[in-house]
């Protein structure tokens, strides 16, 4: 069990950092070698940093590894991107199945298609509503945001978007939809957003000419 102190949760935070970059140089080695024998170096050496990530973050080492079999090429962050649809004063909110908290609307955004286009879809699919994308608000660092630790390195990006038509429904992901108010937010699922987030996205709904902020 991980200690609640501070150098348990430094060491944790260290072990999580070295696992990933031992992952990310394997998995960029299978990508790139030509050498039979060095694949299998360098599968030892995902197995290493699947047990390691297993070991900070609560996983299974196994389910890691299967994971990490379906990453392919030159190892980089993963996008997650989440859409922050104002009407009035009040922010669009959906509940995960998963844990029952509630978050904006969005998830990892798909290949061949850009960012933007990734949030509308996700608040499509989520939340029933049509949305156009209007602004990045923010690119965040997930590691830099309070949130917690996963065995992927994330950066998220944030957009304002307009909400054009549609009506709330839910999905496979999500049991509720609704808007809510600064003031009056449900709990969050802290894995995909943070209160601090929520504020700033406030924050830029009430300053439009904001420039996007970035770590």
């Known amino acids: 069990m991980v200690s609640s102190d501070n150098k348990g949760r430094l060491n944790t935070t260290q072990l999580l950092n070295w696992a990933r970059k031992l992952q990310a140089l394997a998995q960029t080695g299978i990508a790139y070698t ?4 060095d694949t299998e170096r360098y599968k030892s050496l995902r197995q290493i940093a699947s047990e390691m990530l297993a070991a900070s973050a609560s996983s ?27 009407v009035g004063d009040q922010l669009l909110l959906v ?23 990734a949030a509308v879809r996700e608040v499509k699919e989520e939340s029933g509503y049509t949305v156009t994308a ?3 608000a923010a690119v965040y660092d997930r590691d830099l945001h309070g949130h917690p630790p996963m ?11 307009e909400l054009v038509g549609g009506a709330a429904q839910t999905s496979v992901e999500t049991e509720d939809v609704s808007f809510y108010p600064e003031d009056h937010l449900p709990p969050l699922s802290l894995s995909r957003v943070t209160p601090k987030q929520i504020s700033h996205l406030f924050d830029h709904h009430r300053h439009p000419d904001w420039p996007t902020s970035f770590d």
């Open 60 to 86: 299974v080492p196994a389910a890691l590894i299967d994971s990490f079999s379906g990453e392919l090429g030159y190892a980089t962050p993963k996008i997650d991107v989440r859409a922050a649809v104002f």
């Open 151 to 161: 065995p992927y390195h994330v950066y998220k990006l944030f957009f304002l978007c």
């Open 34 to 37: 030509k050498d039979p024998y």
């Open 95 to 117: 509940k995960e199945r998963s844990n029952g908290g509630w978050t904006l609307p969005g998830g990892w955004a798909d290949i061949g298609e850009s960012p933007s286009v």
């Open 134 to 136: 209007r602004k990045l």
